[in-house]
């Protein structure tokens, strides 16, 4: 079973900037579209961006996000990244990464993200 390990969340100012990071063991992560997803207090989770896993990396973002955030890959790491710029309240959450389409059984702990003045 591959596990996704999410870090690199916190607490920063409305307009600020955080750079998520998930890493996996599995040799098998260079073979599928990633994404990133999010769970605000109180509401379902929810896609936020995704990558293509090709050579020629297509990218897709929520309307809510798009513009501010930028989700990249690293085969060789086995990591994939969430480049988040004025970051704005509304963006509290817990951020969790997951293939695209998201598989059950392969959600991590997720890092939280918290945007507050």
């Known amino acids: 079973q591959v596990q996704f390990v999410e870090s690199g969340g916190g607490w920063v100012q409305p307009g600020g900037s955080l750079r998520l990071s998930c890493s996996t063991s599995?040799?098998?992560?260079?073979?599928?579209?990633m994404g990133w997803y999010r769970q605000a207090p109180g509401k379902q989770r929810e896609w936020v961006a995704r990558?293509?896993?090709?050579?020629?990396?297509?990218?897709t973002y929520a309307d809510s996000v798009k513009g501010r955030f930028t989700i990249s890959r690293d085969n060789a790491k086995k990591t994939v990244y969430l480049q988040m710029n004025n970051l704005k309240p509304e963006d509290t959450a817990v951020y969790y990464c997951?293939?695209?389409?998201?598989?059950?059984?392969?959600w991590g702990q997720g890092t939280q993200v918290t945007v507050s003045s």
């Open positions: 990558v293509s896993a090709g050579n020629i990396r297509v990218t």
């Open positions: 599995e040799s098998i992560f260079s073979f599928y579209d």
């Open positions: 997951n293939y695209y389409p998201p598989r059950d059984a392969y």
